[in-house]
Protein backbone atom coordinates (compact mmCIF):
# COMPACT_ATOMS: atom_id res chain seq x y z
CA UNK A 1 0.00 0.00 0.00
CA UNK A 2 1.29 3.47 -1.04
CA UNK A 3 1.59 5.59 1.79
CA UNK A 4 3.10 9.90 2.02
CA UNK A 5 2.93 11.60 4.83
CA UNK A 6 3.37 15.05 5.35
CA UNK A 7 5.24 16.73 8.17
CA UNK A 8 7.07 20.03 8.73
CA UNK A 9 4.08 22.26 8.58
CA UNK A 10 3.45 25.43 11.10
CA UNK A 11 3.06 29.10 11.82
CA UNK A 12 5.50 31.11 10.67
CA UNK A 13 6.13 34.67 10.41
CA UNK A 14 6.92 36.75 7.08
CA UNK A 15 10.36 36.47 5.99
CA UNK A 16 10.53 33.40 8.14
CA UNK A 17 11.08 29.75 6.54
CA UNK A 18 10.31 26.12 7.07
CA UNK A 19 11.10 22.72 5.85
CA UNK A 20 8.45 20.43 4.59
CA UNK A 21 8.97 16.48 4.86
CA UNK A 22 7.55 13.64 3.49
CA UNK A 23 8.12 10.25 4.14
CA UNK A 24 7.17 7.72 0.88
CA UNK A 25 6.37 4.09 1.37
CA UNK A 26 5.15 1.36 -0.86
CA UNK A 27 6.77 2.36 -4.14
CA UNK A 28 10.28 2.40 -5.54
CA UNK A 29 11.00 5.60 -4.84
CA UNK A 30 14.03 6.19 -6.85
CA UNK A 31 11.40 5.47 -9.91
CA UNK A 32 9.42 8.14 -8.97
CA UNK A 33 9.17 11.31 -10.07
CA UNK A 34 8.12 13.21 -6.68
CA UNK A 35 5.77 17.04 -6.21
CA UNK A 36 4.38 19.38 -3.71
CA UNK A 37 1.66 20.72 -4.34
CA UNK A 38 -0.53 23.65 -2.79
CA UNK A 39 -4.16 24.27 -2.22
CA UNK A 40 -5.08 27.83 -0.21
CA UNK A 41 -8.52 28.56 0.89
CA UNK A 42 -10.94 29.38 -1.68
CA UNK A 43 -8.41 28.19 -4.69
CA UNK A 44 -7.97 25.79 -6.76
CA UNK A 45 -4.64 23.15 -5.55
CA UNK A 46 -1.62 24.24 -7.85
CA UNK A 47 1.77 22.67 -8.87
CA UNK A 48 4.57 24.32 -6.35
CA UNK A 49 7.63 22.21 -7.76
CA UNK A 50 8.70 18.68 -9.01
CA UNK A 51 11.83 16.91 -8.82
CA UNK A 52 11.91 14.00 -11.49
CA UNK A 53 14.28 10.49 -11.18
CA UNK A 54 17.40 12.79 -12.70
CA UNK A 55 16.91 15.18 -9.88
CA UNK A 56 15.79 17.84 -12.42
CA UNK A 57 14.09 20.25 -10.32
CA UNK A 58 11.04 22.63 -11.81
CA UNK A 59 9.27 25.22 -9.73
CA UNK A 60 6.13 27.55 -10.09
CA UNK A 61 6.70 31.28 -10.80
CA UNK A 62 5.41 31.98 -7.42
CA UNK A 63 8.12 30.07 -5.38
CA UNK A 64 11.45 29.73 -7.62
CA UNK A 65 13.95 31.55 -6.00
CA UNK A 66 12.70 30.88 -2.68
CA UNK A 67 11.75 27.18 -2.70
CA UNK A 68 13.74 24.65 -2.87
CA UNK A 69 13.05 20.73 -3.74
CA UNK A 70 15.45 17.99 -2.83
CA UNK A 71 14.93 14.26 -2.64
CA UNK A 72 16.55 11.73 -0.35
CA UNK A 73 16.30 7.91 -2.24
CA UNK A 74 18.22 6.15 0.77
CA UNK A 75 15.65 7.27 2.66
CA UNK A 76 12.57 7.47 0.72
CA UNK A 77 12.11 11.49 1.68
CA UNK A 78 11.46 14.66 -0.38
CA UNK A 79 11.93 17.62 0.95
CA UNK A 80 10.62 21.59 0.22
CA UNK A 81 12.86 24.29 1.78
CA UNK A 82 10.41 27.14 1.88
CA UNK A 83 12.69 30.63 2.82
CA UNK A 84 11.47 34.18 2.55
CA UNK A 85 7.63 32.79 3.55
CA UNK A 86 5.01 35.46 2.29
CA UNK A 87 1.24 35.52 3.67
CA UNK A 88 0.14 34.44 0.34
CA UNK A 89 2.08 30.79 0.68
CA UNK A 90 -0.25 29.95 3.19
CA UNK A 91 -1.90 26.75 2.35
CA UNK A 92 -1.64 22.72 2.84
CA UNK A 93 1.34 21.57 1.25
CA UNK A 94 0.68 18.40 -0.40
CA UNK A 95 3.20 15.70 -1.68
CA UNK A 96 2.49 13.74 -4.64
CA UNK A 97 4.28 10.53 -6.54
CA UNK A 98 4.21 9.87 -9.96
CA UNK A 99 3.12 6.51 -11.27
CA UNK A 100 5.80 5.70 -13.59
CA UNK A 101 3.76 5.38 -17.53
CA UNK A 102 1.11 6.85 -16.24
CA UNK A 103 -0.73 10.79 -15.76
CA UNK A 104 -1.81 9.67 -12.25
CA UNK A 105 -0.64 9.93 -8.92
CA UNK A 106 -0.09 9.00 -5.45
CA UNK A 107 -1.25 11.89 -3.18
CA UNK A 108 -0.69 12.39 0.83
CA UNK A 109 -3.00 14.13 3.20
CA UNK A 110 -1.28 17.80 3.38
CA UNK A 111 -0.02 19.60 5.91
CA UNK A 112 -0.88 23.08 7.13
CA UNK A 113 1.48 26.35 6.30
CA UNK A 114 0.09 29.67 7.54
CA UNK A 115 2.59 32.51 7.43
CA UNK A 116 1.58 35.44 9.28
CA UNK A 117 2.05 39.04 8.63
Known amino acids: QVQLVESGGGLVQAGGSLRLSCAAS????????MYWYRQAPGKQREFVAS???????AYSNSVKGRFTISRDNAKNMVYLQMNSLKPEDTAVYYCAAGIPGSVKQYWGQGTQVTVSS
Open 51 to 57: INTIETT
Open 26 to 33: GIIFRNNA
